[in-house]
């Protein structure tokens, strides 16, 4: 409020005639500024405030002065109100100072989280509150949303008054409906159908399957993208004069979605011309660079060929040392003939030299175990390849981001260089405790520590403890990759495992036999070459494998109690002569050696490259058991197109025993159960675990007796009811697989979602044949089926005669040794009978014919473990062989 002072003259009345006084003289206002006053300030100094603004005392006092003042100080952004007043140059200025923001708060955000709207609001805590800064922050959070396809989000910021001029601040989001892309409409095409553009463009029509992605929401940026993706394809087809002339995208009525709208020109589709190399650089010349042009005149012209050419060449020249080779293609378009000339011009360079290398970013990592997977020094002459191949070996050690490129930087001089590798660490160590459920182990817990980088030296050092329902163990182990800086890399793991066994009886899972193995292995490897490598192994371990006594175990003694005596002995009948020839106490000193190819981009998550290990292990040094085991895999990997990703990978083996155990003839296998090759889940998946390869079924049945334990005729054997499958395993296996990552939309990956299609295939065989155990009941049974009717068959001279069989029969034991009580039958006059347990044993599986399963599965980073999933179908198999369609682990690694 402005107040000024006003000077009263002299006043006519209207009908009196009065003589004018004389005129006295006009005083001059004052208007000169004596003092001023500050009034409402609160956390502001008087000076402070007046510092903001020109008005000072002994100044003229004028309107123009007094709003300049005003626009001063609100532009400090620090008042909610001012005013300034005049009283006779005593100027007041009122205050209201804009509150302090005690906290910021946000409400009503769902979709997007916290952590991802924080870093888009500019005011915080202590800061002085304005409404500028305000409506700056709700448009920054509506753009976010935005980004994130929803575009009717709204906010509405509050502000809570609090006592001491300070406030709250409230973001009331109102997120909206996610906008898709409803439909995505071309103009102009003529050539390629509407379909087959939309498959170039990263936006997609919604629709139900996709879920899962995020292509189908609407995003400004991928508009931009999507035209460019359309000129790529257009050029990459021959179209060289392709453009787009617009694209539009409009609301839906219901102002929901979108629809897209592009108006393209096709344009003629040209073909190459003369296509030369010109190189100016002495030790290229264009006779050795023409070979590497991939395009031939005649062909359609190609864009991306051109692009690829570039960067062939320049890679080329890259291995020579020119690092800075300058390639550019030059055009020459014919209208008339629809062609495109193309010389590629490479440009003099100087050999360049590596002046220096800096590594930025480590922060716990030293330099050295970044230094020495460098495949270049400095003062080498520059390679690109091995600039390349070095930065694949420092993403391959895991301790830095995927994205990780070496930056090759101008040196001090034409023909020097600097290759910086900024690095970005992550987290190397981990600590797990985990505990699920899986269809191998059933109930498992797991903890486990292992720290990748211990030191910032690029050592690992683990520990690791586990129980399940069917094993327990506990490994202790250590890696040094450099031993006293020298590129040889040794290693010690210390073990206890305790493994039992199992079959299946009927559905059920039932322990055989329990393994219980404590054991070391020291292991060290060199470098042969840049992807050879060679290690050696020794190790020393003691097992103890036995059978429940209770169980599979024949008492002789008086008492009939077993486990009590030492005339106790495995009981093949019970047991199986393969599970009596697998108890004992065994020490194997084993000596090993390995050959390994690598050339992977990653070997942690690879994409490209191939890996094969070919090894063979010695046991005999010392100890009681001998064997010769060689074993051979390898995977290639590829990306075919965009972010698939392609894998085939093979192993096989075999194992030769070095010592005599016995006479094929009494079914004795010079390997012990122990060391055979087994294969099943989840190596081969459609499989149960150890449901491919040898195996001995025994079906359980119940046939009559009479008081004299003569077997009755009349009985139905059944070969589908109780069972028990007992794998033995071969000394020989083979595996192979393909399999086929599918890339998902960017919310997927945030998940850790990386599903896949799969095909694998698989033996293991050659073992001695087992002498099967079946004993015999003098009688003969006839065969019914599963109605109890009679099953028949014909002699030599056609006449219909029942099936029979010799019916095998024993008595068996409870789980606490007590003999089980022969149950009673009555027959068809009412008279009590007892009934036995029978069984007959069949040896199936010993064949080196493929099984063959293909399916899906789909791995999953969860927040409580890795979670995989299998489903895979069986389509070639043996008899014997048990499959399995659907299969997942949960809190264990896979």
């Not at 898709?180 to 159908?193: L, T, Y």
């Not at 990263?202 to 993706?229: C, E, G, H, I, V």
């Not at 005339?567 to 019970?574: A, K, R, S």
């Not at 294969?679 to 009479?706: H, M």
Request: contains cysteine; negative net charge.
């Amino acid at each position: 409020m402005l107040l000024s002072g006003t000077i009263l003259a002299g006043i006519a009345v209207p009908g009196h005639a009065q003589e004018a006084p004389a005129a006295e003289p006009l005083l001059p206002v004052d208007n000169t500024i004596r003092s001023i006053v500050v009034n409402g300030s609160q956390r502001l100094e008087s000076g402070t405030v007046l510092s903001y603004m020109k008005l000072r005392v002994g100044q003229t006092y004028t309107q123009e002065a007094a709003d300049q003042a005003l626009k001063d100080l609100f532009e400090t952004e620090l008042f909610k109100d001012v005013s300034i007043r005049n009283n006779a140059g005593a100027v007041v200025i009122d205050v209201v100072e804009n509150p302090v923001i005690n906290r910021i708060l946000l409400e009503g955000n769902k979709r997007i989280k916290e952590d991802k709207i924080r870093p888009e609001i500019r005011l915080a805590p202590r800061q002085i509150f304005t409404r500028s800064k305000v409506r700056a922050d709700v448009a920054r959070i509506v753009e976010l949303y935005k980004r994130k396809g929803r575009f009717a989000a709204s906010v509405e910021p509050k502000m809570v008054q609090l006592e001491q001029n300070r406030v709250d601040i409230v973001f009331e989001v109102n997120e909206g409906p996610k906008s898709k892309v409803q439909q995505i409409n071309i103009i102009g095409n003529e050539v390629f159908s509407d379909g087959k553009l939309r498959g170039e463009m990263a936006t997609k029509q919604a629709r139900f399957y996709r879920f899962f992605s995020s292509s189908d929401t609407y995003d400004p940026d991928r508009l931009a993208f999507d035209q460019q993706k359309l000129r790529q394809f257009y050029l990459t087809e021959g179209y060289a004069d392709f453009r787009v002339i617009s694209a539009v995208a409009e609301l839906t009525p219901d102002k929901k979605d979108f629809i897209i709208t592009y108006v393209v020109e096709e344009g003629e589709r040209y073909k190459f011309g003369d296509v030369t190399v010109e190189s100016d650089i002495r030790d290229f010349t264009a006779d050795t660079l023409t070979p590497l042009l991939p395009m031939e005149e005649g062909d359609f012209y190609n864009a991306k060929q051109v692009e690829d050419t570039v960067e062939r060449l320049s890679e080329t020249a890259g291995l020579f040392g020119y690092a800075f080779a300058d390639v550019r293609p030059q055009f020459n378009r014919d209208k008339e003939t629809l062609t495109m000339g193309i010389n590629f011009k490479v440009a003099e360079s100087d050999r360049v030299y590596v002046e220096r290398i800096d590594i930025n970013g480590n922060t716990l990592t030293v330099d050295k175990v970044v230094r020495r997977e460098f495949r270049l020094n400095e003062g080498d002459a520059f390679n690109s390849f091995q600039v390349k191949r070095s930065a694949n070996r420092i993403k391959s050690l895991g301790f830095f981001q995927d994205e990780l490129e070496i930056e090759q930087k101008p040196g001090s001089a034409p023909d020097r260089i600097v290759l910086e590798a900024n690095v970005e660490e992550r987290a190397t160590g981990e600590l797990q405790l985990s505990a699920g459920f899986s269809s191998v182990e059933n109930f498992i817990l797991q903890a486990s520590v292992r720290q990748r980088n211990f030191r910032g030296k690029g050592q690992e050092l683990r520990a690791s403890v586990s129980y399940s329902s069917f094993s327990q163990s506990i490994e202790l182990g250590f890696t040094e990759p450099y031993l006293f800086d020298r590129n040889i890399a040794v290693g010690v793991d210390l073990f206890r495992r305790d493994l039992n066994s199992f079959n299946f009886v009927g559905s059920d899972r039932e322990t055989t036999f329990e393994q219980l193995t404590t054991g070391f292995q020291v292991r060290a490897g060199v470098p042969i070459t840049e992807y050879f490598s060679a290690s050696l192994r020794y190790g020393l371990s003691f097992d103890d494998v036995t059978l429940d006594p209770n169980l599979f175990f024949t008492d002789f003694n008086a008492d009939n109690i077993r486990g009590n005596s030492a005339e106790d002995i495995c009981d093949p009948l019970v047991a199986g002569r393969f599970l009596c020839d697998a108890i004992g106490k065994r020490t194997t000193s084993s000596i090993g050696a390995s050959l390994i190819y690598d050339d992977r981009d990653n070997r942690v998550r690879p994409t490209r490259g191939q890996t094969i290990v070919g090894s063979l292990d010695f046991a005999g040094l010392g100890g009681s058991v001998k064997f010769l085991k060689g074993r051979i895999n390898g995977a290639k990997y590829w990306r075919p197109f965009g972010q698939f990703i392609f894998s085939l990978s093979g192993e096989a083996g075999y194992i030769h025993p070095l010592e005599d155990r016995g006479s094929a003839a009494d079914g004795i296998d010079d390997v012990r159960l122990t060391d055979r090759f087994f294969l099943g889940e989840p190596q081969i998946r459609g499989f149960d675990i150890r449901g491919v390869g040898p195996r001995v079924v025994r079906n359980f049945t119940t046939p009559a007796l009479d008081d004299n334990g003569v077997p009755f005729n009349q009985i139905v054997i059944n070969e589908n009811g109780q069972r028990t499958d007992d794998a033995i395993g071969g000394r020989a296996y083979y595996l192979a697989r393909a399999e086929l990552e599918i890339p998902l939309g960017s919310g997927a990956r945030e998940l850790g979602l990386r599903p896949s299609i799969f095909v694998d295939v698989g033996a293991v065989f050659n073992v001695t044949r087992p002498i099967l155990q079946n004993p015999q009941f003098v009688g003969q049974l006839n065969v019914r089926d599963a109605n109890g009717d009679p099953t028949f068959t014909t002699d030599a001279n056609g006449n219909q005669i029942p099936v029979t069989i010799i019916a095998p029969a024993f008595l068996r034991t409870n789980s606490a040794g007590e003999v089980v009580q022969t149950p009673q039958a009555t027959d068809a006059a009412g008279n009590p009978f007892p009934i036995a347990t029978t069984f007959t044993e069949t040896f199936f599986g010993d064949s080196a014919s493929p099984r063959l399963s293909v399916g899906f599965g789909v791995n999953w980073n969860s927040p409580f473990g890795p979670f995989r999933i299998d489903v895979a179908r069986a389509l070639l198999k043996e008899p014997g062989d048990d499959t399995k369609l659907f299969t997942f682990n949960v809190g264990t690694q896979f």
